[in-house]
């Protein structure tokens, strides 16, 4: 990890995440005792020497130190469950010190991740009451990347696995993804695309999978893996993968043996069937649940589960996209095993700029249902923009579904207090690659971060987890959170200003990153953006209303009655679920087209606003990381005004109506200029 000193600031690459300790306040204690000898007290005494190079560390309390890392079969403690933990002062044995206590190994480290988190942000540790314990039990990453070291939607690099050295050598970046995810609660990773190539399950693989779970297991981080659903046949040699085959059944029963004898805390599988050409069990005519459980009882005697997504849209289903998966999904809860997840993404399409929840949340009674968010930035502006994301996911886990009457949010629905879901999880597609700095762009680790962050606890605000961020990656001056802070929690909205505002989703075209408004032209209909803006001379929007083609229904009543009605709807999701007049009065007194210009014009406006709030930032940031981010800013800047200008003069080509006075002058701009 490169660390010059340049001017008065230390240029650094971003290497070591939010885990720097940069002149960090050191602890206010004489030395520190781990008494725990496993290999995960091994990994707390380095993580604290890391840390703390001046502290003595030791494993034993003679000498009684004055923070302490124990066990703890104190009831209030044991409450805690194995992930969570207490620190507290106390006073032990006569001698005032800090204990960080917990039930279990993991939880041990959680709590040493967390009191370095309290010292590296400046918070006063003087009296210490604290007691956490994980909202979710599973907390995953999941990696979209392949075996020949590419990753689908990945913007940062190659895989960080290195399939070929595995599982002789092993990359010392592993132990520092392990580090980096323990440090934030997350505490599994699915190491292959969802997309899945049958071959990850090989023997050979799964030797490579094994190594990696060897090298995390320390760090509370268990592996799991995509299946592909036609292994049995690809890979097995059998002549079908008809889930209701008992020769089927068998190998994946015999599969599941052979990895757990591997890899004998294996997490479980995720499986993308019958979406976007992948096989699935509707290939032999058997249903969804079908699938699952034929891969929930292989591996069910090992304790492990099946993550089934819902990602379907099967267009024989329902003419709208967003329709599909909950008519396909509502009618098989209660046939699946109590082992098997069914994985939604946040949003009904997919992953767009913005998306109301997606009306599964709440809807399954007897099934246990998970959540998928996207870390990696797809549809937000690849490693290009800054975008914090955790406005936006607090936007979904806040949302109240109205499952079991107010208060349902989907938080609470996936955290099992609405149905008795077991077990409870959240996962989301990384952002990592092999780049020096992880993520493509310095501000894009602040989304892994605060995805580990609301997946431990939903509750915190995204105020809170840009505060930590910053703080942990920039340094605790007032002045540069001053600056730093608004800008990351105001650019979701700048992001959604300049690429689809009031609601509108998949302006598109194959890259996923510039504006293509006029895109009719793909192997699928809704893949096209025409399919979803619908504009004419007259209107714009999907009519989703029980006028129109009913998808609110899928909601529950108060919150189908709020999104159906244009004047309750809310105005960020107004094109989403409403089709409506170019002229239509909105609240400001604008029409709509007025409001539109001036939210494309705002968004484009403030992302230039990034770029001289960064300026005035120089100086006070490292070289390098100051170099690299401005770059960013700027391009940034340059794809806002062609989205804003690309968008509004492809609407302005269909309704005729008056650009703004500098885009009548000044010819489109195309998408990649
Ligand atoms: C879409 C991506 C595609 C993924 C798919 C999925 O464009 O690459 O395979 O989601 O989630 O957003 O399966």
């Known amino acids: 990890m490169a660390t010059v000193i340049t001017g008065q600031v230390r240029a650094e690459d971003g290497s070591k995440l939010w885990l720097r300790y940069a002149r960090m306040r050191q602890a206010p204690v004489d030395g520190a005792v781990v008494e725990r000898t496993s290999p995960t007290g091994k990994a707390i005494r380095r993580e604290l020497q890391l840390a703390l190079p001046k502290l003595t560390v030791a494993n034993d309390s003679a000498g009684r130190r004055s923070l302490i890392i124990r066990r703890s079969s104190e009831s209030d403690v044991r409450r805690l469950g194995e992930e969570g933990f207490a620190i507290r002062t106390r006073t032990i044995d006569a001698k005032p010190c800090i204990a960080i206590e917990s039930a279990g190994d993991v939880g041990a480290l959680y709590g040493t991740f967390h009191f370095l988190r309290l010292l590296a942000t400046d918070r006063d540790v003087s009296k210490l009451n604290v007691a956490q314990r994980p909202a979710l039990q599973l907390r995953l990453l999941d990696h979209w990347d392949n075996l020949d070291g590419s990753i689908e939607r990945g913007y940062a690099g190659k895989s960080l696995w290195k399939w070929d050295e595995l599982p002789d050598k092993l990359d010392p970046r592993y132990i520092d993804y392990a580090r980096a995810n323990a440090s934030i609660g997350i505490n599994g990773a699915v190491l292959n695309n969802v997309n899945a190539n049958p071959l990850s399950l090989s023997s050979d693989y799964l030797k490579k999978a094994a190594a990696l779970a060897e090298a995390w297991r320390s760090y509370g981080i268990r592996v799991y893996l995509s299946a592909n659903f036609a292994a049995p046949k690809t890979l097995g040699k059998l002549p079908t993968a008809d889930p209701l085959d008992p020769r089927v059944a068998q190998w994946w029963r015999e599969k599941a043996d052979e990895i757990y004898k591997l890899i004998p805390d294996f997490g479980g599988f995720v499986v993308k069937a019958n979406s976007e050409g992948q096989p699935g ?114 936007e979904f886990l806040d949302a109240d579904t109205f499952a079991a009457g107010k208060g349902s949010t989907v938080a609470r629905v996936i955290e099992g207090k609405i149905h008795p879901y077991r077990p409870t999880g959240i996962c989301a597609v990384a952002n990592t690659g092999s780049d020096v700095n992880w993520c493509g762009h310095h501000f894009a680790q602040a989304n892994w971060y605060a995805f580990g962050r609301l997946a431990w606890d939903p509750n915190l605000s995204s105020e809170q987890v840009a505060d930590e961020w910053l703080r942990m990656t920039f340094g605790n001056d007032r002045e540069l959170l001053g600056v730093l802070k608004p800008m990351m929690l105001d650019s979701w909205e700048t992001f959604v200003g300049y690429s689809m505002p009031l609601g509108l989703h998949h302006l598109i075209s194959g890259d996923h990153y510039a504006p293509d408004p006029a895109n009719a032209k793909e192997p699928r209909e809704d893949w096209t953006a025409v399919y979803y803006h619908r504009a004419d001379a007259k209107a714009i929007g999907f009519d989703r209303t029980t006028r129109g083609d009913r998808a609110v229904e899928q909601y529950f009543p108060k919150v189908r009655d709020q999104f159906d009605d244009s004047e309750t709807c809310p105005q960020s999701l107004l094109l989403w679920f409403h089709r409506l007049p170019w002229t239509r009065r909105m609240k400001s007194g604008r029409t709509l087209w007025e409001e539109l210009c001036l939210k494309y014009s705002d968004g484009a406006a403030r992302a230039a606003g990034m770029v001289e709030s960064w300026r005035n930032l120089s100086g006070k940031i490292d070289e390098q990381r100051y170099r690299e981010v401005a770059a960013k800013l700027e391009t940034q800047a340059l794809d806002a005004a062609a989205w804003r200008s690309r968008c509004l003069t492809s609407f302005a080509s269909i309704n005729g109506l008056a650009l703004p006075a500098d885009l009548q002058k000044s010819p489109s701009i195309a998408p990649g200029d």
């Open 281 to 394: 069990p509707q290939d032999y005519r058997r249903t969804h649940a079908d699938g699952a459980n034929v891969l929930a009882d292989a591996v069910a005697p090992h304790g492990g589960v099946v993550m089934w997504r819902a990602f379907v849209y099967d267009q024989g289903v329902d003419p709208d996209r967003a329709k599909r998966a909950y008519l396909e999904f509502t009618r098989l809860d209660g046939q699946f095993r109590p082992n098997v997840i069914v994985q939604v993404k946040n949003g009904p399409i997919d992953f767009q700029p913005r998306e109301p929840f997606h009306p599964l949340f709440g809807a399954m009674k007897h099934t246990n249902v998970m959540a998928e968010l996207q870390v990696t930035q797809e549809y937000l502006g690849h490693s290009n923009h800054l975008v914090f994301l955790a406005p936006m996911w607090k």
